[in-house]
């Protein structure tokens, strides 16, 4: 039954990426040098285009479970807030491409979160400039319009903890509406995938330096939904050559979870690594 029931997941994640992938890719034209009569010469390729399976990639968003949850469980569990987790500002200089850009800006999203839930509003006001450089070099600026007065807002209300949490909430609310009708689905979808591993990875770390792991290995037990919907965006995503190895590194994690309806220290021991891998891969 467990290999039956992993078989019947991936194969409808399967399923799902190769029938976006049918209207997934446009054609354009890359030169190819010059022919023997000097003229300049083509070739036509196909270039993974998001824009078209951008009403698969809300729908699976719209069905992920909130990464606030995370950070709230993790708070009522008694576990403590960790600084060290969390991105630092200075990585933000080292996202150069887009895709790594829209990672980032999801992985900041829960440290935002995270930051808010525990009160931090220090950490949470230093996020916001961070955020507010990836939209720009994102060039969501005018989708994003009012994400500015948000993040100011937060800025203005760090020392109020009831303020604080509410306008993060605000401004991931907006962030959703304004994506969801956007006309950058590609960058959508990784900023949640982003903001969802972060999550899973401060959860397996914060498990794994617990003394008493019960009540986090119980939460941790519950995330097999987010997992499965962070993997089918990647598979939506997966075109995209730069995203199919994020595609393939996650795997194992979907593997572990479809197989364990119970989440102990040993599989708790190969998901941190794995999420402490992915993540890597994204900063560095």
Do not use: W
Request: aromatic share 8%; with cysteine; net charge negative.
């Amino acid at each position: 039954m467990k290999n039956l029931f992993t078989t019947q997941v991936l194969a409808f994640g399967l399923a799902l990426a190769l029938l976006a992938g049918c209207n997934s890719s446009t054609k354009t034209k890359e030169k190819k040098g010059t022919t023997s009569g000097g003229q300049e010469a083509y070739v036509e390729v196909e270039v993974f285009d998001a824009v078209k399976i951008k009403d698969q990639i809300v729908e699976t968003i719209n069905k992920m479970p909130s990464e606030k949850e995370i950070a709230t469980l993790l708070n009522e569990a008694g576990a403590s807030y960790i600084f060290d987790l969390t991105v630092t500002p200075d990585q933000a200089e080292k996202l150069m491409t887009k895709s790594e850009q829209s990672f980032g800006l999801g992985l900041y999203s829960f440290d935002l979160l995270y930051a808010s839930v525990y009160n931090r509003g220090d950490v949470a006001a230093e996020i916001t400039g961070v955020s507010e450089q990836l939209i720009d070099q994102l060039g969501l600026r005018d989708e994003l319009i009012s994400s500015k007065n948000h993040m100011e807002r937060i800025r203005e209300n760090a020392g109020n903890k009831d303020s604080l949490d509410y306008l993060v909430s605000e401004n991931l609310n907006h962030f959703h509406q304004q994506m969801s009708a956007g006309n950058q689905p590609g960058v959508y979808a990784l900023s949640v995938i982003g903001s969802n591993v972060e999550a899973l990875y401060v959860l397996s770390q914060t498990t794994l330096l617990a003394n008493n792991k019960a009540k986090l290995l119980e939460i941790m037990s519950t995330q097999t939904e987010r997992v499965n919907l962070v993997f089918t965006l990647l598979e939506l995503m997966s075109e995209d050559e730069s995203i199919q190895p994020y595609y393939e590194q996650f795997k194992p994690v979907v593997t572990i979870f479809e197989e364990n309806t119970e989440i102990t220290e040993t599989e708790l021991t190969e998901i941190g690594s794995l999420m402490e891998d992915f993540r890597k891969n994204i900063l560095n």
